[in-house]
């Protein structure tokens, strides 16, 4: 959920400071795209995101190390003019009729892009995979998207974050996940400046 925008610029930036010597490859991908890329080797590292009950990503053995980041809280982006211009929240039932800007859902992944549990059926004017896509429609004022509040920072001019009112706050986890045992000292260098950037 769009962890990598927020935390892995930095992340790289402090590595590159503390540690030239290690050299990141990175590749994005959905959760159980990059769970079986973990389970075949192919990646040592993995940058994910949970929603609550937060229950294991795979039922295979061994179980991965898992390593909570950081808790962030969804809030939903909008167009800095407009019907919610000037506001910090909004309540969710104003919210029904928005255009939402959302990735549909598919048998790996949940829809995203629109507030969990929405009353009624949500009105998605546009479907859209990755989020630089979601939110350069948003600043255009094509519509609204939900998305974690760490992504302040990064966020283009035209668009404002607002919590939403009315319903349970949505928290989202940031997760690293590796392979259990003893990892390498690169490795371990990695998920320090990882965890250090939040």
Known sequence: MSAGA???????????????QIT???????????IRALRAGSIDLAVLTSRPPHRPFDGDSPRLHI???ADTELVVAVPSTGEFAGR????????VDAPWIATLSSNSEP?????????????????ARDWLTKLQL????????TV???????????MS??????????????????????????????????????
Request: with cysteine.
């Open 138 to 145: 948003v600043a255009g004022g094509f519509g609204v998207t």
């Open 88 to 95: 910090t929240t909004v309540h969710v039932d104003e919210l």
């Open 148 to 158: 974690a509040s760490g992504l302040s920072p990064v966020l283009s001019p035209g």
């Open 111 to 127: 829809l995203l892009g629109v507030w969990p549990g929405l009353p009624g059926r949500p009105h998605i004017i546009h479907s």
């Open 6 to 20: 927020a935390i892995l610029p930095a992340a790289l930036a402090h590595l590159a400071a503390a540690d030239p």
């Open 161 to 198: 974050l607002l919590r939403v009112d009315g319903a349970p706050p949505e928290i989202r986890r940031v997760l690293m996940a590796r392979l259990p045992g003893q990892c390498a000292p690169a490795i371990t260098t990695v998920t320090r400046a990882i965890t250090s950037t939040v």
């Open 67 to 69: 390593e909570t980041v």
């Open 24 to 34: 990141v490859t990175t590749s994005e991908g959905t959760t159980p795209t990059l």
